[in-house]
């Protein structure tokens, strides 16, 4: 599974106008760090050889850089998840969810290692890193916590999360905090 759908719902809404975006976070079975839905807006993920990466999770290993759209014009995009998850370790999303999509011990290490090598680049590429951010792993990564500028296109990763998301709500604020990570 990918989130380039939720790039190409994200991508129909602008089209159509849309001033603020408030997109539901949850049950996703995705697991790609917003790769897909960041391809769907226009950013190009590239190897050392300078070829694009587009396939699974795993060919992230291979990224040397990431390059952004010329052209990103978005509105105000809020981020409504239910898990207080970082994005990396043993509460993060593939530890945490992995193994209930299916994933095998040997799936669960490939993907944290393609996730946090992609964070990386990111974070290196956009002076950003929030990785350990709480709700980082929220609906396989694709929340953004405040502050974030609307007007910065480059300020989308968590670790190529959803752009100028300008709040990240909480909704199951009151459960238990154990109860808030999966």
Same mark, same amino acid.
């Given at each position: 599974?990918?989130?380039? +759908?939720?790039?190409?719902?994200l =991508?129909?809404?602008?089209?159509? +106008? ?14 790609d760090? +917003? ?6 807006l226009?950013f ?14 795993? &060919?992230?290993?291979?990224?040397a ?7 990103? #014009? ?8 239910d !898990? ?11 530890r945490?969810?992995?193994? #209930?999509? &299916?994933?095998s011990?040997e #799936? ?6 393609? =996730? ?31 502050? =974030? ?6 300020a989308v990763?968590?670790?190529?999360? =959803?752009?100028? !998301?300008?709040?990240? !709500? ?13």
């Amino acid at each position: 599974a990918t989130t380039f +759908g939720v790039g190409e719902m994200l =991508l129909a809404a602008i089209g159509r +106008g849309a001033s603020e975006i408030i997109v539901g976070l949850g049950g996703s079975a995705t697991n790609d760090g +917003g790769f897909g839905l960041a391809r769907a807006l226009g950013f190009r993920f590239l190897n050392r050889a300078g070829d694009e990466i587009s396939g699974a999770v795993p &060919g992230l290993l291979d990224l040397a850089r990431i390059e952004s759209p010329n052209e990103l #014009q978005l509105p105000s995009i809020t981020a409504a998840c239910d !898990v207080s998850n970082p994005l990396l370790g043993p509460h993060g999303a593939t530890r945490t969810f992995g193994a #209930q999509k &299916g994933a095998s011990p040997e #799936q669960l290490e490939i993907l944290e290692r393609s =996730l946090a090598h992609f964070a990386q680049i990111a974070a290196r590429t956009f002076q950003r890193d929030h990785r350990d951010t709480l709700g980082a792993g929220a609906a396989d990564q694709l929340t953004r916590v405040p502050p =974030l500028d609307a007007e910065d296109p480059e300020a989308v990763l968590v670790p190529v999360a =959803l752009p100028a !998301v300008e709040r990240l !709500v909480a909704l199951l604020a009151r459960l238990h905090a154990g109860e808030m990570r999966g």
